[in-house]
């Protein structure tokens, strides 16, 4: 799950999913690489996954939020710099030793990005500090996974979601589909921009979800289709 860019919905979208599964009986569950902007505990300081807290508290989930992160920073910054702050190198190992648990885990796992689709995890020297160059690319490549993206029905939307999708093949990640969040049934522009947003990827809009949503337009059965 990627987003056009950070604060567009991947977290509220994310948990909406893994709720409609669930819901429907399929063992759907979650999972995020890095989080940065971590709120922290007001007990021990200690940094909460918000994100995955919030998809467990939606969807039903009993599992402990911050065990479906590899990465809790507290820096609000992308979580290249983040990490760097903390002193903390984001390790591919790491995230993909995470991945495979979780996929273990569930049948149906859903993997919620950082930001949008151009988000660096490391940028430093190999060796010196973690992975070297990572980027969210990297992750999305390296655990084998197709996209859908979380993209504003409002304006600005057509240039955001088509710069995403192209952005994606060009590094040969296949786009399965685009979630229109915040979709006003009765704008004209709302449905207009998911009319070009599926002419110009060529990826269908596969929902639409209004503010405030708690249950998706979209059957479990057609759903999962979406997952590998
Ligand atoms: N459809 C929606 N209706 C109401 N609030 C929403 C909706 N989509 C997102 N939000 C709210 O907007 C904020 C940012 O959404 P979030 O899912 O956290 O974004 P992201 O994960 O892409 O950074 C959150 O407070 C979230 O609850
Ligand atoms: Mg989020």
């Given at each position: 799950m990627t987003g056009t860019g950070t604060d567009v919905?991947?977290?509220?979208?994310?948990?909406?999913?893994?709720?409609?599964?669930?819901?429907?009986?399929?063992?759907?569950g979650y999972y995020k690489p890095a989080l940065s902007g971590a709120e922290v505990s007001p007990e021990n300081g200690a940094p909460l996954g918000g994100d995955s807290a919030r998809v467990c508290a939606v969807s039903g989930l009993q599992d402990a939020p911050n065990s479906l992160v590899s990465y809790l920073f507290k820096a609000p910054v992308s979580p290249h710099l983040a990490s760097r702050l903390e002193g903390r190198p984001i390790l591919l190992e790491k995230l993909e030793a995470d991945f495979a648990l979780?996929?273990?885990?569930?049948?149906f796992l859903t993997v919620e990005g950082s930001g949008g689709i151009v988000c660096p995890f490391c940028l430093d020297e190999a060796g010196e500090n973690g992975s070297g160059r990572l980027l969210l690319e990297d992750v999305?490549?390296?655990?084998?996974?197709?996209?859908?993206?979380?993209?504003?029905?409002?304006?600005?939307?057509?240039?955001?979601?088509a710069l995403t999708a192209e952005y994606a093949?060009?590094?040969?990640?296949?786009?399965?589909?685009?979630?229109?969040?915040?979709?006003?049934?009765?704008?004209?522009?709302?449905?207009?921009?998911?009319?070009?947003?599926?002419?110009?990827?060529g990826a269908p809009v596969i929902a639409r979800?209004?503010?405030?949503?708690?249950?998706?337009?979209?059957?479990?059965?057609?759903?999962?289709?979406?997952?590998a």
């Open positions: 919905g991947k977290t509220y979208v994310s948990a909406m999913l893994v709720k409609k599964l669930r819901e429907a009986g399929f063992d759907a979780a996929r273990a885990r569930f049948s999305i490549t390296a655990f084998g996974l197709d996209l859908l993206i979380v993209a504003d029905s409002g304006l600005g939307t057509i240039n955001a979601a093949r060009l590094r040969g990640i296949t786009v399965k589909g685009i979630i229109f969040n915040r979709y006003e049934p009765d704008n004209f522009m709302h449905s207009d921009n998911a009319a070009v947003v599926e002419m110009l990827t979800i209004p503010a405030g949503a708690t249950d998706l337009d979209l059957d479990a059965d057609r759903l999962v289709e979406f997952y």
